[in-house]
């Protein structure tokens, strides 16, 4: 949108070798970060089951993670490979995410004390 909006001649250049040389890509992103949640989250019963919203939490997370890697990667190294490396730092980083939350879950109190409202509102349903 940037391209035809403001017309910068760095951008433009940008994403121009980007979609000449990684046209798959774009379409790829594009349907993992658009198309593919628009279509499941559509319906209204989708989007009030935890499966389903995992589902597509998990589509949107991938869809993320390839968007930066396809800013990142090819004016850093050229053509786009997936190995060890690329898989060993998400797993790191989704490690290292589990443990901060878990630690500082396991720290906290997760039902509030003194609510005066806490029995009311474990009764509660839509």
């Known amino acids: 949108m940037l391209i035809w909006y403001a017309n910068i001649p760095e ?7 980007r979609y000449d040389h990684f046209m798959w890509g774009f379409y790829g992103i594009f349907l993992i970060n658009f198309v ?5 989250l559509m319906s209204r019963d989708a989007k009030r089951k935890r499966k389903i919203l995992a589902v597509a939490a998990c589509i949107i997370i991938v869809g993320h993670l390839l968007d930066f890697y396809m800013m990142i990667y090819p004016a850093t190294v050229g053509t786009p490979k997936f190995g060890l490396v690329e898989v060993s730092g998400f797993v790191f980083y989704v490690g290292l995410f589990i443990y901060v939350v878990f630690t500082n879950i396991g720290k906290a109190n997760l039902v509030p004390k003194h609510d005066p409202f806490l029995e009311e509102s474990l009764h509660h349903s839509i």
Do not use: H, N, Q, S
Request: charged residues 15%; neutral net charge.
């Open 11 to 17: 951008e433009t250049t940008y994403f121009r070798m």
């Open 36 to 40: 593919t949640p628009f279509l499941i």
